[in-house]
C-alpha cells in the first residue's frame, strides 16, 4: 500500500489506519483513472475487466446504539471522513486502547470534607479525559482507586456516553465492571454507579480546562502532481 500510494503521488503516512488507508486507497484508484484516460468508475472498471458490486443500503434497526456511536455523536466534526483527521494524541479513548494506569496512593493532605475523599472508585468505559487523569483526580482529593469492582467498592463511574436520566441502567451497561457493580448494588453493597457529569461535577474546579482538536481541513483525493 504505502508504495502504490506514492507511486499514485499520495503520501501515507500511518499505515493500517483505517481511515488513511481509505484515502490512500482513493488515491490509487484516481491515479490508475488517470494513466487509463477513464473518466468515471464505471468506465474504469469496463477497462479493468472489473464487475463493479454495489451493497445494498442497510435499512435495518439495531436494538441498541453502540457504546462508540454514543459518543461519537457528541463529538462533533472529528470523525467526518471528508476531514482531515486529527493526530492521534488528539482523539478519545474509544479509538485508542484503554490505558488503565495507575491506582496511585491517596493524597495526605487531602481535604477529608471533599465528596471523593477516602471513597474506592473504579473507572469503566470511556471518559472525556485520559483515565490515568482521572485516577489521579481521585487519589489528588483523597479516594483510592482499583482497577476491578470489589467488596470495597464504593463509586463505579461509568464512560461510554452513559447518563443516568437516560433508560434503566441494566439497558446502557454493558461493560462486566458495570454489570459487576449493579450485581453487587442489589445484592446491597453500598456502591453508588455514576456518569461522568456526576464525576466532573464531584470535581469542580478541579477538572481538566477542555482542549479543543486540532482545526480540520478538506482533504485532496486526487492525487497532486
Not at 13 to 39: K, P
Not at 84 to 100: I, N
Not at 132 to 153: D, I, Y
Not at 187 to 205: A, I, K, T, Y
Request: glycine letters at 8%.
Amino acid at each position: 500500500m504505502p508504495r502504490a500510494a506514492a507511486e499514485a503521488g499520495h503520501v501515507l503516512s500511518r499505515h493500517h489506519h483505517a481511515l488513511e488507508d481509505a484515502r490512500a486507497s482513493a488515491a490509487i484508484v484516481c491515479d490508475i483513472a488517470s494513466r487509463t484516460g477513464a473518466a468515471d468508475l464505471e468506465e474504469l472498471f469496463l477497462a479493468q475487466g472489473l464487475e463493479r458490486l454495489r451493497l445494498p443500503a442497510w435499512s435495518g434497526a439495531p436494538d441498541r446504539v453502540s457504546r462508540a456511536t454514543t459518543q461519537v455523536r457528541a463529538m462533533g466534526p472529528i470523525f467526518d471522513s471528508r476531514l482531515r483527521t486529527v493526530p492521534d494524541e488528539a482523539l478519545p479513548d474509544l479509538l485508542r486502547w484503554q490505558d488503565e494506569g495507575r491506582n496511585l496512593p491517596p493524597a495526605a493532605d487531602a481535604d477529608p470534607r471533599h465528596p471523593l475523599y477516602g471513597q474506592h472508585v473504579v473507572f469503566t468505559g470511556g471518559l472525556s479525559i485520559p483515565r490515568p487523569e482521572a485516577k489521579r483526580l481521585v487519589a489528588a482529593h483523597g479516594g483510592q482507586t482499583t482497577s476491578r469492582v470489589t467488596a470495597g467498592t464504593t463509586i463505579v463511574v461509568v464512560g461510554d456516553g452513559y447518563t443516568v436520566q437516560g433508560p434503566a441502567d441494566q439497558e446502557q451497561l454493558h461493560t462486566n465492571k458495570a454489570r459487576d457493580a449493579l450485581r453487587r448494588r442489589d445484592l446491597g453493597q453500598p456502591l453508588r454507579v455514576l456518569d461522568e457529569s456526576e464525576f466532573r461535577g464531584m470535581l469542580g474546579r478541579a477538572w481538566p480546562a477542555a482542549t479543543e482538536p486540532p482545526p480540520t481541513a478538506a482533504v485532496r483525493l486526487t492525487p497532486e502532481r
